[in-house]
């Protein structure tokens, strides 16, 4: 073992059905913590799940030095357990640290602290046929010092809790022309909590008018789709599955990717490539069939009913034998080990 964890497990409790509980409430039973110190990541250790005492002046609280990933542990019809892509997902988690000017987390440090603490909770991954566990890796600066700069001390946490549907109807979404998600050289691409906070208002007017979430737009000619809320946003025209390519402004989703690689495998033609929203309307308003929808990893795939563009409301494909549904059945398939996983996608534990 490259890494030693110090294992403080507690009494094992009965694990009870999880699938009443809304999603992002119920920890498990573990949580994994390393500090990053005099230049280096140490203390790894398995603790059971509690609260943490952080100074006032830690510097996360105040110039939002923190990244997250959000990855998932899946049962296999066979009874074991793996996580899903952790490799790519330790690739942006990288990625979004140095953006951050946040020491990036060892590799071997990751996956061991990964492996160790799903083993340990492995009873917390629902047997559910819409089931899975949220892992939840993320770093903030903990040193306490109110001036701004890169802290020097930080804190790396793993927590997970059980998932299931993530939403249970097909979404709204208001093409937004005003307000920004990412702008070109800015943080777009990384998962740091800044992002999210700064989605929030513009995604609370768009519910006070009736929509579940904003379809962003680029930040110069708002002409651009972007994301679909926090999600990679993707289409099907004319049996085609669309999506923009990746820039500073748009997150490396792991479900876009292997939504891509599975329609490829399938022998569907794919084209990444800019998508002007009035093209999807177009396509719309000519009566063509269009699925719309949003690709991530909480969700997998939230199909989009309605895209409204200045109150105007358009109605995207929901039928059955949708492109999206088999697409996404062929992933779950993959995670489950009923399919053959040809690229290497599940990490079995
Ligand atoms: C996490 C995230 C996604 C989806 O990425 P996955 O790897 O598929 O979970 C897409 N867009 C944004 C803004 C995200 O934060």
Same mark, same amino acid.
């Given at each position: ?9 507690? &009494? ?167 307000? &920004? ?169």
């Amino acid at each position: 073992m490259e890494y030693s964890i110090a294992i403080q497990p507690q &009494v094992k409790r009965e694990v009870k059905d999880t699938s009443s509980i809304p999603f992002g409430q119920q920890p498990t039973e573990h949580m994994f913590i390393a500090e990053y110190k005099d230049g280096q990541w140490q203390n790894s250790r398995i603790v059971p799940f509690a609260n943490l005492t952080l100074s006032p002046f830690a510097l996360c609280l105040h110039y939002g030095q923190t990244v997250f990933e959000g990855m998932k542990a899946f049962l296999m019809n066979d009874g074991r357990v793996n996580i899903f892509r952790p490799d790519k997902h330790y690739e942006r988690f990288a990625l979004s640290l140095e953006r951050m000017c946040i020491p990036v987390v060892p590799k071997g440090l990751f996956t061991e602290a990964l492996h160790q603490l799903i083993q340990l909770d492995s009873a917390w991954v629902p047997n559910h046929p819409h089931g899975s566990l949220y892992i939840r890796p993320f770093v903030f600066a903990s040193e306490s010092k109110l001036g701004v700069k890169a802290a020097d001390e930080y804190i790396f946490m793993i927590v997970c809790t059980p998932a299931y549907q993530y939403y249970t109807k097909p979404l709204k979404v208001k093409v937004e022309e005003k307000f &920004v998600r990412a702008a070109d050289g800015g943080t777009g691409a990384t998962k740091c909590g800044g992002n999210y906070g700064g989605a929030l208002y513009p995604t609370k007017l768009a519910r006070e008018a009736g929509y579940d979430q904003v379809l962003w737009t680029d930040s110069k000619t708002h002409e651009l789709i972007e994301e679909s809320g926090t999600m990679n946003g993707m289409f099907v025209v004319n049996d085609t599955l669309l999506t923009p390519p990746l820039s500073g402004t748009i997150l490396d989703g792991i479900t876009r990717d292997s939504m891509l690689a599975i329609a490829n495998d399938m022998g569907i033609k794919t084209d990444v490539r800019p998508i002007r929203y009035k093209e999807i309307i177009e396509a719309l308003e000519n009566g063509k069939k269009v699925e719309a929808f949003g690709a991530g990893t909480a969700a997998v795939i939230a199909p989009i009913e309605i895209i409204a563009v200045n109150g105007k409301e358009y109605k995207c494909y929901l039928g059955e034998d949708a492109l999206m549904y088999k697409l996404q059945k062929v992933l779950l398939n993959i995670r489950k080990g009923g399919a053959v996983d040809k690229h290497n996608w599940n990490y079995i534990i």
